[in-house]
Every structure is written in C-alpha cells, then in structure tokens.
C-alpha cells in the first residue's frame, strides 16, 4: 500500500473551515484514498473515502488532485466537536485490503 | 451503530499467560482487522482476516496469532502474553474492500 504524509498537527477556529493535507505521492491506480478521525481514546471513525473525483458527504469534503499524488479534507465549518486526530489511508481495491494507518494529524479547534 | 463488540473491554494479565480478546460482529461483513494502540502512536495492524479461515499478518504479528472459524467472530490470542503487549486493542469490520470500516470500542489490555 502507498505510503501517506500528513503534518502531525494544524489549529483551526470554530466556524471556520479545517483544510487537512494528505501527500500520497506513490499512489497507485487501484487505491482508494480514505479519511478517518479518532476522537480522545475512542475507535476511529470513517469520514469519507473517494478514487479520483471529488467527493462529499454530510461530514465533510476530500478533493484529490488530478495526479492523484495528493488530497485535501474539508471540515466546512469546524466546532469544538471535531478536535481529534485525523488519519489519511491510501488503500487497495485487492484481496489484500490492509487498511494501514499513519500518525495522522491532530487538529484542535479553538474557539 | 455497526454491530461490532470487543470482549473483554478491559483486562489485566501476568506475564507469560495466554490470553484471547473477541471481536464479535453481527454485520456479516467479509473483513475483520485487529490493531493494537500505544500511547503517542496510531494503530497498528496485527492481523486481519478477508474471509472464514483466510488471515493474514499486519505489520505488528509477533507474539499473536488470530482465528476466524466463522464470520461473526474474529479471535486474536496472546500465547505468552509480555509486557510490551500492553496496549489497547481495536477490531474493524468492513463488508468488502472499497467500502468504510467500522471500529469497536476498544479493549483495554495491561500486562503485568
């Protein structure tokens, strides 16, 4: 599975949008790029997952780039609530589905 | 909520005693994953399975082995469980590749 680079952490302030990054330069044509969150200890939590086009879900947007080498998560309109670390996978369509995580980033929004 | 429950949710063991944690699913989903979590780190895959009897080691397989005998449970086992095996542990359900996991509550695993 390729390899994701995220910051290990951003601020944002409520009411404003959260732009996470997401380096996935060794990507391959069959990898999904999906996005989860942790909130404190709990288990993660899908926020949404695309191939090649731009996707959006009641959550949140990912808007991959056209080589496919990088993406960008969108928490339109962070609040206090969405404090957690966020996890950018990239991941095959094959048998071999690992779902490996990075570190991620840890945002802390800020009122 | 996805049908998924972790047992035991908590757990304190002695060096050098087996141990096995449950993961429980009601989803039918094809895919079960289990991932240990340290403090300051992210998870780390142990073992996951695509099918009945079809597991496969993550990138963190030492000292544990898993089972799946049927879809609905997923076991994964500490046969002399150590000290650096102290962690929490998540299972994952998934229904098939391309599509978003599930996670469990977690268990929380001290060994001393």
Redesign the interface.
């Known amino acids: 599975d390729a390899k994701t680079t995220q910051p290990p952490s951003m601020d944002c302030a409520e009411g404003r949008a959260a732009n996470l990054p997401c380096n996935h330069s060794t990507i391959s044509g069959n990898e999904y790029v999906y996005w989860y969150r942790q909130i404190h200890s709990q288990g993660p939590q899908y926020i949404i997952h695309g191939l090649k086009n731009n996707e959006t879900n009641e959550m949140a947007s990912l808007i991959i780039t056209e080589d496919r080498k990088s993406s960008t998560l969108i928490l339109p309109h962070a609040t206090l609530r969405d404090t957690a670390v966020y996890y950018c996978i990239v991941d095959t369509t094959g048998t071999a589905s690992k779902l490996t995580f990075g570190t991620g980033t840890r945002l802390q929004v800020t009122l | 909520d996805a049908g998924i429950t972790q047992s035991p949710r908590h757990k304190v063991t002695e060096t050098g005693t087996p141990v096995t944690l449950r993961c429980h699913q009601t989803e039918n989903h094809r895919?079960m994953?289990w991932?240990r979590q340290d403090p300051g780190?992210?998870?780390?895959?142990i073992h996951?399975s695509?099918g009945v009897k079809d597991t496969?080691k993550?990138?963190v397989s030492d000292g544990y082995s898993v089972s799946r005998s049927k879809t609905e449970d997923f076991l994964l086992t500490l046969e002399s469980a150590t000290s650096s095996q102290t962690s929490?542990y998540?299972c994952?359900i998934?229904e098939n590749?391309?599509t978003?996991?599930?996670?469990?509550?977690?268990t929380r695993l001290t060994v001393v």
């Open positions: 895919y994953y991932y780190h992210g998870l780390r895959l996951y695509y496969d993550g990138e929490v998540f994952a998934r590749m391309n978003e996991a599930f996670f469990g509550q977690g």
